[in-house]
Structure formats: C-alpha cells, structure tokens
C-alpha cells in the first residue's frame, strides 16, 4: 500500500490533487513547504504557521545537525517537540548544504567529507549517516543524500556524478530499510493507506536527457516512497528546466508523489503542478517579505483561472517604494491573512523605513499566506477540472 | 472631576492602587507602559500585547513627526487607526530626543531649534507646537515639552533650564487649553470621571531640592492631570534617585496620578510604588529581550511579597550561556506566557545563537509578560495591605 492518494487528476493537464500521508498526519497535494532552516520559520510561530494554512514544513538537516546537534534534540524527544510544531515534517539530507556552505569538502565513494562552516570542525557525511540523522531528528519525509551539480556542469562532470548519486540512493535505501525493521514497521500494512516516516529519492542529471531518465529508472527500482527531482533552478533558464521536468516526470511512476525541489517563482509552481508536481519548497516567499518585496494577485477568483494560464495572475509589491508612503490600502483587500485585515501599505511602509522587526513579520505572514492560499486554488481547480 | 481614582491607599507605604480614565479606556494603576518607538513594540503585535496584559503603550512623537510624519498619520485617521492599537497611548513630547539624537540643537525661549537625524531639514519644536503635534498623533496622554537634564549638571544650569521648562509648561498648558475648548472638552464634564485626552506636567530640577520643589510647586499652580518625575535614571547613583523622589513625591497632589519617566528595573518600580509612583515606562523588558537577557520571579506568590521587600524576588538568566544548551525546561515553569508555555531554554538559546528572529519575539514575550505580571502582583499586594 502506498502513502500516497490520488484523489483526482485534470482530464487538461497532468496535476491532480491528493493527500500524503505521514505519521504526523495527511497533507493535501500538491502543497507548498514553508522553510524553516533552523527549526524555525523566521519571525512567525507554528501557531501562525497553521494558521495560514501550512500543513507541513522543511528543516535543514545540516544546521541542525551542527547547531543544536543531535545529542540536544534527542534530549527534547525530537524535533516536533524541540520546535513545538506537530504537523509533518520533510528534511533534507543535508547533502545540499554541504556543498554550499561547508569549507573544504571532498567527495569520494564513502561519503562526503568537509569541515563546517561554524566551528570549522571535520565531518563525514555518509549516505547511512544522513538517513541516521534524520531518523533521529524524527522527521516524516527523509531525502536521500545526493550530489545536487550546479549549472552549468560537463557531461562528464553529470554521469559520474549522478551515477554516485545512485549508489549512495541505494545506500541510503538500505539504512531506511534496516531502520524500518528494527523500528518494526512493515511497509505492507493493515492499513489502506500507510502512515509512517518515508523516504524519497532525487533524480539528478543535470540538463542531460540520457542521465536524467537513466536517474529516473535506477531509482524508480528502488522503490521510494516518492519521488523528488533535484539539481533544477540552479540558475538554468526556465525552459530548460521545464524540458528537464517533462523527461523526468514522464518516467516516474505516476501513483508515487513528486517533488520539485527549490522551485520556486508562482508562475513555475503553476506550471509544474499542470506537468504533475505535488510538493514544492522555496525560500521565496519568506526571504522575499524580509526583503520587503510582496505578493498580490492580481485578480479574483473565479476570474483567476484564467489568469493562472498566461502567467500574469500576481504582482510584485516593492513596499518600500515612496508611492506607498500614505497608501492607506491593505496590502491585498481581499487578502484574508492578519497582516491585509489590520494594517495599511503606509503603516508596513513605515515599519520597513525605521528598521522595525514587526515589518518582517507582517510581510512574511502575507507571503506565506499567498503561497498557501496559491496551492489551495490550484487544488480547488484541478477538483473542478479547471486546470 | 479627576481622571484619577484611588480605590485603595497602603497602610505600609505610600503606594495606591487606583485606575486612570482615558478616551480609549480605563487603565489600572500603578502600570508599565511597553514601548512602541516607531508605532510598533518590537517584534510583537497589539494583539499580544493585550493577551499580555498591556492595558496602555507609550510611543515617540520625535521619532513618529519625522516618520512617517503627521500627514501621513492624520491621512489615517490618528496613530490608533495606523498601528492598529485601540487601548490608550502616551506620547512624550518630542522633547528627550530632540536633546539626545538631533544634531546641532539651540535651545532658546521659543524653544528648541534642531536638525533631525533622517535628513539634517531644520526644524522648530515649541511648547505649543509639542501639544498640537501630539493631538494630531491622537494621544491619549500627552506631556510637556521639557529640557531633561543630564548628571552631572551644574546648579546654575539646571536653575535656568527648570525655569525654562515651567516657562514652557505653562505654554503648554494654555495651548492644550486652547484645544480642549476648539473641541468642545469641558474639564467639569457631568461624568464623575472624565475620559478626555490628558495632559502631565514634568517636574525637573535635577538632584538639587530647592529647584525640585519650585518645580513641582509651580507646575501644580497650573493644575495638570498628572505629573511626571522627569530627569532621573540618566546616570545618578539609585540611592539619589530615590530621594529626589521623596522630595518631589511629598509635594505632588496626593490626588493626582503620578509618572516616573524611563524607569526601571523590577525592584526600582517595586521602590518607586512604594513611594506612591502610578506609572512607569522602560525600554528594559524589550531592550533586553533583544539582548538575551531574560527576567524570571525567584520565588511564586504567596511567598513573593516577602521577596519584595529587599530586592531579591527575580534572577536575569543570560540565555545565550552554554549551560541552557540542552536545558530543557522552560524559562519559567511557573509563567504563564506563550514562550514559557511552548518552549525550552535550549530552543530560545539555539534561536539566539542561530540569530532567528522568533528569538527576539519569544524573548520579547516574556520579559513583557515579567513586567506585566510585576505590576499586577504589586496592585494585588497593596489592595490586600500586603505592601
């Protein structure tokens, strides 16, 4: 049985909608992932974070295992509980990380060896230890330790590099396997839909057509629980990242959920959901509002369907900008998130020009909002068949 | 009719409990009013300033006049409208900052001539012009503008500048008058109480008793709604604090409600209440939340009146010390705030080290709840005759 329902797919497009089940409950696809690097979606509380319609987030595997390391969240009995959030959580493998911020890394058939950018301490990250510390920081969706190339990278560069990929997929597969049944959860449950922490693999293979279907398939072998594509918006252009999408989803088994990693602006999560894309995560609407750049669409539903198609259904608020200074307007009038219904573009103006930690706030509460409230109409479309 | 009402006087100090009637509500004394600088206390919404029990706010009218400037706010219909906080504001005169952030600042009779710290424009800020900028701002209780000195200051100059500031005081005086009656706002209103905007004189002086006293003696001839103890904490030993407050305190109206600017730490206010002191405002609870310096009750009522008396009734954890690491407790076991109710000391120090702005909030939370629950053990205490 798998975790994940297919509850209805457009007849014109591949999106459909669904739920992903976790041991921390069920989350409706396809669904965006707020991103909470530390343990903590800056300047809101997961009180908020529900509010606004997050039903799961994503920590940084590689922050927290350095800061406050394992050794203190297994001392809080998880990092549900360390961060008092009780939604499901997604880690990544900490691979990511790894190769962006650490000094001196090496990469051999083992694993990756670096030292870290805090205290400059030697680390080995294996494909066994990643899976070992997700476990143990308790997180429901686990992501396999992978090399994510940048862009551009040699052909070359791409085959050795996902081929490594794939053995560590395997690795990594194994350990969860091992973890499982020590953990005595059985992957063949009573249960119509299974409820435990998952594993994904990543298909990476840069911009090479043979690699990436070559990613695909080995993995596919492996049997994961679902499916995330990796190594995209890297700084390709955007139809070379659709074009990556295309071959990839084409080759992955339509009833596993699939993941597009790091993506991304609005009108690309429209776009890979209709492709079929289930779960996203980006930092944009959260590093964007503490930038004091904002989120609006542009019309209503229901008009916005049709909007959604060309791309134009939003703008992009630059609240700094002086023309705002006296807008007594909420940010977005038929906005529903707290910060629309209590305070003007003028006031979060004002708040962002002193420098007052309020504006980061307010400004990420209604970018998260209008992420949130994005995948909500994307599900209520392709339930109407309208997408 | 006074805006004050004493519902009980200590038989074991001079401290009372009473309650001060403004235009946006009634607010029990003695209180602490939490700082909102820009229009914002940092890091926190209104809302949670009322589920912490914050009954009033004071913000700054330099700071509010240069940004986002009156017509702004009078574009959105008062500084109530604006920041969404519907309790009653105190707004300083403008007067303090004026003195410590403006550049190249001339006082003169007329008043005080400055360049702002924004961008250098020249400006003059008068008596009358303190009072119509805070009636713009829509204060609920407004001060004088005041020359606060600093310490040490020379008699000679603090003779002239208390003159200059009950010189001032009675331009304000006449100025506020001037409004109430344009709005129609009679002082002998039909209410036992009235609820209008109030305005508080400043006794000043310095450390010297003879110009303490004319201070006082000559703003009380101008009959204000309160007064307020200006020119103290900028530096004097405690010790000297406190008896420039005996010598100020004996010669107010007992019937008038009576300020203590800018101070203080918990067992300063628990001092100054004692004394008979009903307000207090202090950048401290947030100040240093902001800081990692966090406040907790030693000892838990019933036991805490005995605590008290000699100053040892909290300890300030620094939450950034290694020892709170893997602390798994929260702040506080026995506060009732939202951090202490959610988190451990190990997530708000992991927070603090990782530089995460929920830490700010958190610790925010707190340090107010602290202050907060300070001024409501204390009206408890004195209502039962136990301080």
Not at 2 to 30: D, E, Q, W
């Amino acid at each position: 049985m798998s975790n994940f329902r297919i509850n209805k797919k457009s007849k014109k497009s591949k999106a459909r909608v669904g739920g992903l089940y976790t041991k921390h409950g069920v989350v409706k696809t396809p669904f965006f992932l707020p991103i909470a690097t530390r343990g903590s979606v800056k300047t809101v509380t997961p009180e908020e974070l529900q509010d606004l319609g997050a039903e799961i987030i994503l920590t940084n595997t590689y922050h927290l295992y350095l800061r406050p390391s394992l050794s203190v969240i297994k001392k809080a009995r998880g990092l549900h509980q360390f961060m008092h959030w009780s939604g499901p959580i997604l880690t990544d493998s900490g691979g990511y990380q790894v190769f962006s911020l650490a000094k001196s890394r090496k990469i051999n058939e083992k694993g990756v060896e670096f030292h870290d950018n805090l205290s400059g301490q030697k680390h080995l990250l294996t494909p066994e230890k990643a899976i070992e510390i997700q476990k143990t920081l308790g997180s429901d969706i686990m992501m396999v330790l992978d090399e994510c190339t940048p862009y551009p990278c040699p052909k070359s560069y791409a085959k050795k590099s996902v081929e490594l990929t794939t053995r560590w997929a395997k690795r990594c597969r194994t350990k969860y396997q091992e973890l499982r049944t020590k953990n005595n959860v059985s992957r063949d449950s009573k249960f119509k839909v299974q409820s435990s922490w998952l594993l994904f693999g990543i298909v990476q293979g840069s911009v090479y057509k043979d690699l990436r279907l070559k990613s695909a398939s080995d993995l596919i072998i492996l049997d994961f629980d679902g499916y995330a594509v990796g190594g995209l918006a890297v700084g390709e252009p955007v139809a070379k990242m659709y074009e990556v999408l295309d071959w990839v989803l084409s080759s992955l088994p339509v009833d596993k959920p699939r993941y597009l990693m790091g993506v991304g602006k609005p009108e690309q999560i429209v776009e890979a959901v209709k492709k079929g894309i289930d779960m996203f995560d980006c930092v944009i609407p959260t590093r964007n509002a503490r930038h004091a750049l904002l989120y609006k669409f542009k019309i209503q539903s229901p008009k916005f369907k049709m909007e959604v198609q060309n791309s134009k259904f939003y703008e992009e608020i630059h609240i700094k900008q002086a023309k705002y200074a006296s807008d007594m307007r909420p940010l977005d009038p038929h906005c529903d998130c707290y910060t629309c219904q209590n305070y003007s573009r003028a006031y979060l103006r004002h708040l962002f020009m002193g420098g007052e930690p309020l504006a980061l706030r307010l400004a990420t509460i209604h970018n998260l909002r209008f992420f949130l409230q994005l995948m909500y109409r994307l599900r209520i479309f392709i339930k109407n068949g309208k997408l």
